[in-house]
T-cell receptor
């Protein structure tokens, strides 16, 4: 069954800690995306990658980092520099051509202890 | 850069009522338009999309949307809503050429009263 797997579903972080959110897809999609969802603000793009070993900043990249070493995987690290990390994080993927719709994972809810 | 406005933040309707959710976008070129839905506790899923051709597009679960280029609008409609339509609805725009970045609106929460 093809899809996008995000783990964990819930994540807690202490102040000053970095934390990494996992995103794996088996859809053979070239493009992958990370969004942050806050109440009343919709989804905002953090980082995206259209091909392995390449990624670009989105609209709110400060305090985040990513890597794309494999086609299937696009982990997001929330660093201690992110001042307001509590949010719902969504990963998405798309074929990467023809302006096709993005497919979304179930999300990870990050909370600060 | 593109932007999307969804003016209705929370809509409450009774079952069988008709629905129209507004979506306006800002972008100088050709765009692709999408409506996504997020049911409680579920992942975001595609309702319908417009790329080109007939400006009236039909999606899943009886939803449709009309692209009116002169008004930069892509409103979502359903003639008769059901309780199961309770969800959050997001409009999104993607420029037709470029890096395929989606820009989302802030979302509309729809509550259907049985």
């Amino acid at each position: 069954d093809g899809g996008i797997t995000q783990s964990p579903k819930y994540l807690f972080r202490k102040e000053g800690q970095n934390v990494t959110l996992s995103c794996e897809q088996n859809l053979n999609h070239d493009a992958m995306y990370w969004y942050r969802q806050d109440p009343g603000q919709g989804l905002r793009l953090i980082y995206y990658s259209q091909i392995v070993n390449d990624f670009q900043k989105g609209d709110i990249a400060e305090g985040y980092s990513v890597s794309r070493e494999k086609k299937e995987s696009f982990p997001l690290t929330v660093t201690s520099a992110q001042k307001n990390p509590t949010a719902f994080y969504l990963c998405a993927s798309a074929p990467g051509y023809g302006n096709q719709p993005q497919h979304f994972g179930d999300g990870t809810r990050l909370s600060i202890l | 850069a593109q932007s999307v406005s969804q003016h209705n933040h929370h809509v409450i309707l009774s079952e069988a009522a008709s629905l129209e959710l507004g979506c306006n976008y800002s972008y100088g070129g050709t765009v692709n338009l999408f409506w996504y839905v997020q049911y409680p506790g579920q992942h975001l899923q595609l309702l319908l999309k417009y790329f080109s051709g007939d400006p009236l597009v039909k999606g899943i679960k009886g939803f449709e949307a009309e692209f009116i280029k002169s008004k930069f609008s892509f409103n979502l409609r359903k003639p008769s809503v059901q309780w199961s339509d309770t969800a959050e609805y997001f409009c999104a725009v993607m420029p037709n050429f470029g890096n395929e970045k989606l820009t989302f609106g802030t979302g509309t929460r729809l509550t259907i009263i049985p």
